[in-house]
């Protein structure tokens, strides 16, 4: 295969510069450029993998908790056939299952101590079909029987009040009772009959369930208010919701978990944006780097630079051998920094606990975290663009160096050899 001269002898200058004596530091500074290259994309890949592992674990535990839509009455009414509001639903092939619900805000007390929680009111039956909590705790949701007065509570919930299994609490209502004396908050004594573990500290510390017909009695709904949705995909809940708000008409809201959970992830983004910039930046001055190791070497060598102008060569073909040398440092430092980065991501649940172990430290503590392991999820879509800058900037830095090697007049560099 007969390749360019410019790419043969710029491949030469990249070997040459890393294995001649006389040469050794400007190897050095190549070698250094390279490493900084490889360093700065493992760093950017091996974070943005850990940002991807820990908002994927916060969205399963979220959405083990919640639904991936909710149909709501436009006017927040009592819907009066919620299953032909589902069955219409399900003509969506996304929509894989439906719920109704009963959502409130009220108080719990046990004693002095009180809390402001969400109350949802569900059917045990169905919910099993929307929620994987639901799904995995059949036989303790199953307690929560109509006409009970039985509550299902979050792990946390149950620590901060002090309760367990069959201990009381008081359910305050917030639209109060008119009587002669004036208004009275309402108030129902229900049973713990459940406590359940989701691993998002938000529902754990402040979601009641209990059965729809207890909550919609209580809250004065006269049934459910809402429908609970799941698709096939969670990832395409904004899409489908879009769709849903068109076929099931004006008279129906329609929110899916993004937009309920919208501050949350809009900050999770903001954030990962913001480490990309910043770790782009490492990438950056490593890349920059190949200018001083450029500039380099076109001062060691002019005199071949000389030689080839006499033998004919022009001076793009000089521009062209310089890119050469500093584009192969480029490559070879982003791929190193592409195979460490993804043997780092996708190693990082063996690799961080063997240095837990010979530190003695926890980088997670249990105690204090929901999550006690390093999560990582590398994805195609930050790794390919983090290849591509690396590649462009690296570019970027070998234009200054050529275009000075290819300006190189052959009389004046032989004048002194």
């Known amino acids: ?33 390279i490493l900084g290259i490889t360093l700065g994309v493992a760093a950017l890949i091996i974070v943005l993998s850990v940002m991807n592992g820990f908002q994927k674990e916060v969205r399963d535990r979220m959405l083990s908790v919640v639904a991936h839509i909710e149909v709501y009455d436009a006017y927040g009414s009592q819907l009066l056939d919620w299953q032909a509001v589902a069955n219409q639903a399900r ?21 002095e101590d009180m809390r402001g929680v969400m109350v949802r009111g569900i059917v045990p039956a169905e919910e099993a079909s929307v929620t994987p909590l639901a799904a995995a705790m059949q036989s303790t949701f199953a307690r929560l029987q109509s006409g009970q007065w039985g509550v299902v509570i979050g792990e946390e919930l149950a620590r901060s009040l002090g309760v367990r299994e069959g201990d009381p609490l008081t359910v305050v209502a917030p639209s109060g009772q008119v009587t002669p004396a004036g208004v009275v908050p309402r108030l129902k ?54 769709e849903l708000a068109q076929s099931l008409g004006a008279q129906y809201i329609v929110r899916d978990w993004t937009h309920t959970n919208r501050n949350w992830f809009d900050a999770v983004q903001v954030e990962k944006r913001m480490m990309f910039i910043i770790l782009t ?5 490593a890349a920059f780097n190949l200018v001083s190791t450029l500039v380099m070497t076109v001062t060691d060598k002019r005199a071949d630079i000389a030689i080839l102008r006499t033998l004919g060569a022009s001076p793009r073909s000089i521009m062209g051998i310089f890119m ?48 006690s392991k390093m999560p990582s999820d590398p994805q195609w879509s930050d790794i390919v663009p983090i290849g591509l800058i690396s590649l462009v900037l690296s570019l970027a830095a070998t234009l200054y160096p050529s275009w000075r090697a290819s300006r190189v007049q052959p009389a004046e560099a032989l004048r002194y050899e």
Not at 95 to 111: D, E, K, M, N, W
Not at 194 to 204: I, N
Not at 337 to 363: K, Q, R, T, W, Y
């Open 91 to 111: 003509q969506n092939p996304a929509v894989i299952g439906a719920a109704p619900f009963v959502p409130a805000q009220a108080l719990i007390a046990r004693g």
């Open 324 to 371: 050469v040398q500093g584009a192969m440092s480029g490559i070879l430092g982003t791929l190193g920094g592409l195979g460490l980065g993804l043997l780092v991501a996708f190693n990082i649940d063996v690799i961080v606990p063997a240095i837990e172990h010979m530190l003695g430290v926890s980088f997670l503590p249990g105690s204090i975290y929901l999550i």
């Open 189 to 242: 004594q229900v049973t713990v009959v459940g406590v359940f573990h989701a691993g998002h500290y938000e529902y754990d510390s402040g979601l009641v369930l209990m059965h729809a017909d207890d909550a919609a009695r209580l809250f004065r709904t006269g049934g459910p208010t809402g429908v609970q949705l799941k698709l096939k995909d969670a990832q395409q809940a904004r899409a489908v919701a879009n």
């Open 1 to 33: 295969m007969n390749l360019p001269y410019e790419w043969r002898v710029g491949w030469r200058y990249t070997r040459a510069s890393r294995s001649a004596r006389r040469n050794g530091f400007i190897s050095f500074i190549s070698g250094v450029s």
């Open 281 to 285: 930046l490492i990438v950056a001055v």
